[in-house]
T-cell receptor, first 113, second 115 residues
């Protein structure tokens, strides 16, 4: 019973291509996130959605477009991929209680060549 | 500026030994502090959470402390095991409303346990 699942786990593509990463959570959480983890293992928030509505957009290039068809899904579409987009992308969700922990997916390793 | 700083950046110890990881933060207002463990190739998993009024919390061989006055936290691992090899991330939240919470991550401590 995977709580937060991301697909694909690995994604290798060429510069200029468009790709999507999917995320689904079965925890009934209202809030979902996308994080980018760089080569130094630092996690940076990209987007936050609450009940399908965008809450946080942390100065991410508009080539990145999140889409939330329902509150259990938050997909990430990336246009015109660049070398600097290579990273591990994590989806996460959190419950409504203030002390609820983030539940992370296992990440999608994106490599742009 | 809200920041979370962790030390050391990396640590190698022998199996069976104890170790302590440090976290200093400047996040305000403070809601809670969590320690996460991230195994290689996996997402972070919560180990402990502490609010302002709590100064120690244990989860098996992991014991976290919090000094809200000095804005410092530590994670102590007792009798380390090979499976403890991972990155440990300190995360501080600044809002009680999780939907709008400011969540600030430390850059993590990479712990390696040698047999």
């Amino acid at each position: 019973d995977t709580a937060v699942s991301q697909t694909p786990k690995y994604l290798v593509t060429q510069m200029g291509n468009d790709k999507s990463i999917k995320c689904e959570q079965n925890l009934g959480h209202d809030t979902m996130y996308w994080y980018k983890q760089d080569s130094k293992k630092f996690l940076k928030i990209m987007f936050s959605y609450n009940n399908k509505e965008l809450i946080i957009n942390e100065t991410v290039p508009n080539r990145f477009s999140p889409k939330s068809p329902d509150k259990a899904h938050l997909n990430l579409h990336i246009n015109s991929l660049e070398l600097g987009d290579s990273a591990v992308y994590f989806c996460a969700s959190v419950g409504s209680s203030y002390n609820s922990p983030l539940h992370f997916g296992n990440g999608t390793r994106l490599t742009v060549t | 500026k809200n920041q979370v700083e962790q030390s050391p950046q990396s640590l190698i110890i022998l199996e069976g030994k104890n170790c302590t990881l440090q976290c200093n933060y400047t996040v305000s207002p403070f809601s809670n502090l969590r320690w996460y463990k991230q195994d290689t190739g996996r997402g972070p998993v919560s180990l402990t959470i502490m609010t302002f009024s709590e100064n120690t919390k244990s989860n098996g061989r992991y014991t976290a402390t919090l000094d809200a006055d000095t804005k410092q936290s530590s994670l102590h691992i007792t009798a380390s095991q090979l499976s403890d090899s991972a990155s440990y991330i300190c995360v501080v939240s600044s809002n009680r409303d999780s939907s709008a919470s400011k969540i600030i991550f430390g850059s993590g401590t990479r712990l390696s346990i040698r047999p």
